[in-house]
Structures are given as C-alpha cells and as structure tokens.
C-alpha cells in the first residue's frame, strides 16, 4: 500500500488547528462585543430596575397626592359648632332639612329649616353660620343670644320649620352676603340657601365684620 507523503499529512494536521483556532477566537469576540444577548439581558434588567423605582415613586406621589385632596375636601363643623348644646338621638339631620335664609329688614334677617323627612325630629340650639359672599364664603364673629344650655327643644314633625333670627350691623360700605352655610345643630354638613326677600326673590344683605348676634332655633 503506498503511503501519502509526509509533508501532506504536515500541511492537513496544521490547516485542522488553525481552523479551530480561528472559530474559538471568533466565538470569544461575539461575546464581548455590546449587542449581545448577555449584555443586553443585564441592560433590560437595569432599565427595568429604574421604570419600577420611578412607578412606585409616582404611585406614592399620587397616592399622596390624593389623600392630601380627599383631607382638604372632607366635611367640617363650620364656626361656632363648638357653643352647641349636645345633640339629642332625635335630632333633625341635614339630609332631612332644606333651609331658606330671609332678609327682613336692614340689618335683619332669619335662618329657617324645614323637616322634609318622612318622620318626626328635634333642632335644639343656635346654627352654625358661614357667610357667603363676592369674596367666597368667610367667618364672621358670632354673638350668642342667651345660653345655650337653656336652649329650648323643638320638635319638627314632617313640614314643620324652626327658625333662628340674625341682626348685624349693615353700613353702604359693607361687605356683600349673597348666601350663607348653614349646619343644625348636631351636624357637621352645611345647607346652603341663598338669601331672599320674604317674597322669595333673590336678594342680597350687607354685613359688617363687627359680627352677628344669633338667637337659638324656635319653632315658626
């Protein structure tokens, strides 16, 4: 059998290890160049570490955000709650009530509400006055009418009224009051009557901020 010549065989076994030489380093660069399928896994993941941060960071702030506005627009017992004799089981609640607000005169005027439930309740006490005008609604010193512990119970079966009376001092120069916030005693959410003639018309009064003297619910 002949033999295939020496240098042949030389010349086949150094092509085989170069080859396999070049496809290793080949290989080895793939890996290291940016792009490839490792380095861009870590990149995904390092932006997906920042979007969560960045989500639960505005999450936060809405949440925050939200409290912060459901605090300031929740319900409050409005000036002078705190002189109110405590309420009876019984007492009218504001849901129940509609409220008118009459201008009978200069520097005079009533606060009157009305049973529109379907059962029997009592108002005992002195309102709770917030004054409305071209400025928004503001507080002005109240002086009570009489204690509050003498405060007579009046019960309002469906229909009836009770009304406490205003007087204040009303100048030209004046402040404007269109309207009022009214709360029964008891209760912590306003009605909100606009004023009006006892005719029913729109009007309006003026009251100066040296205050309002208000007598105590009676019946009307």
């Known amino acids: 059998m002949r033999r295939p010549p020496i240098a042949v ?3 086949f076994l150094v092509g085989a290890a170069g080859c396999s030489s070049s496809a290793s380093s080949s290989s ?3 890996g290291d160049r940016p792009g490839n399928g490792s380095a861009s896994s870590s990149l995904s993941t390092a932006a997906g570490g920042r979007s969560q941060t960045g989500g639960a960071s505005s999450s936060s702030s809405s949440s925050s955000s939200s409290s912060s506005s459901s605090s300031s627009s929740s319900a409050g017992v409005l000036y002078g709650a705190d002189s109110l004799p405590s309420p009876a089981a019984d007492h009218c609640r504001t849901k129940d009530l509609k409220a008118t ?3 009978t005169g200069q520097g005079r005027a009533s606060v009157v509400i009305t049973n529109k439930g379907d059962g029997s309740c009592t108002v005992r006490g002195f309102p709770s006055l917030r004054f409305a005008g071209t400025a ?3 507080e002005l010193p109240v002086d009570w009418a009489g204690a509050t512990a003498d405060a007579v119970k ?3 079966a469906p229909g009836d009224s009770a009304s406490a009376a205003l007087t204040f001092t009303a100048l ?3 402040d404007v009051v269109t309207g009022v916030d009214v709360v029964p005693p008891g209760e912590s959410r ?3 009557p606009a004023f009006t003639t006892s005719g029913g018309e729109k009007a309006t ?3 100066c901020d040296s205050g309002v003297r208000v007598k105590a619910f009676s019946a009307s």
């Open 9 to 11: 065989m030389v010349l």
């Open 28 to 30: 080895s660069d793939a």
């Open 101 to 103: 607000a009459v201008s």
């Open 136 to 138: 928004g609604r503001t």
């Open 154 to 156: 009046v019960e309002l």
């Open 172 to 174: 030209d120069d004046c």
């Open 190 to 192: 306003p009605l909100r």
């Open 205 to 207: 009064v003026r009251i």
